[in-house]
Nanobody
Framework: QVQLVESGGGLVQAGGSLRLSCVAS????????MGWYRQAPGKQRESVAV???????SYADSVKGRFTISRDNAKKTVYLQMNSLKPEDTAVYYC???????WGQGTQVTVSS
């Protein structure tokens, strides 16, 4: 059974930084691409960043140059470093293996103006 535990969210002022972590279990982590997603109130969940099993990355246009996704296969953890945060980044952030449908509980990120 896939389990995903996100952490690292919080309240930060605009321009600040946060680092999210997601520990995955129940999968062969180093063989799976991983993604970070977010859902703001009243909006659909959207993809924020993806990292393949080989380490290639891609980002939503709205976060390019500000967010960095990375992974530590030994720790079965994927990270999302978020810099220059904006109020529009406020959302619940989730991680998920690309080929699985299981979601974790998410972690709330709130950016104040």
């Amino acid at each position: 059974q896939v389990q995903l535990v996100e952490s690292g969210g919080g309240l930060v002022q605009a321009g600040g930084s946060l680092r999210l972590s997601c520990v995955a279990s129940g999968i062969i982590f180093n063989r799976n691409g991983m993604g970070w997603y977010r859902q703001a109130p009243g909006k659909q969940r959207e993809s924020v960043a993806v990292i393949t099993s080989g380490g290639s990355t891609s980002y939503a246009d709205s976060v390019k140059g500000r967010f960095t996704i990375s992974r530590d296969n030994a720790k079965k953890t994927v990270y999302l470093q978020m810099n220059s945060l904006k109020p529009e980044d406020t959302a619940v952030y989730y991680c998920k293996p690309l080929t699985f449908s299981q979601w974790g509980q998410g972690t709330q990120v709130t950016v104040s103006s």
